[in-house]
């Protein structure tokens, strides 16, 4: 049989439970664009899996050999809290300012609003900034060796 699946609204949010046993990956929802899959969210024994679709066999075009640490080093990450939440302070970026960067990584147009002037936020998905990163640590991994060979 299927796993049980249970929504409900809870103090203004919204719950979704979905029970199902044994420790394999079993997908909890699945994403299409135009009849392909673009990504899924996966359980298994132990934790959930947010996943892009990245099959090499989706791909072209595939370079290995651009300067991420220029990049790296324009993203301007800060400190700040929200409005709605003064009392906590967390790191992150303005979203607006990593959209030139990174654009993949923002949502959302700069100082939009709807209708009735109320903003409509940017957003910034701080998963699509990794590959910068990965490759800015082997940037500077290989001039460390560099410079310990001499």
Same mark, same amino acid.
């Given at each position: ?50 996943? &892009? ?34 009392? &906590? ?62």
């Amino acid at each position: 049989g299927y796993p049980a699946v249970f929504a409900s609204n809870t103090s203004g949010g919204f719950a979704c439970v979905y029970l199902k046993t044994g420790s394999d990956v079993g997908n909890m929802m699945l994403f299409y664009r135009d009849s392909s899959a673009v990504g899924s969210i996966t359980t298994n024994g132990s934790s959930v899996a947010f996943n &892009t679709t990245s099959d090499y066999r989706l791909k072209e075009n595939v370079v290995t050999d651009w300067d991420a640490t220029s990049r790296l080093k324009q993203l301007k990450p800060s400190r700040f809290n929200f409005k709605a939440d003064k009392d &906590t302070t967390v790191d992150g970026f303005l979203a607006h300012e990593v959209s030139s960067i990174v654009p993949e990584a923002v949502t959302g147009e700069k100082d939009a609003v709807d209708k009735d002037g109320n903003i409509e936020p940017q957003g910034i998905d701080q998963s699509k900034l990794v590959p910068l990163l990965v490759k800015t640590i082997q940037e500077l991994e290989a001039r460390i060796a560099v410079l310990e060979a001499k």
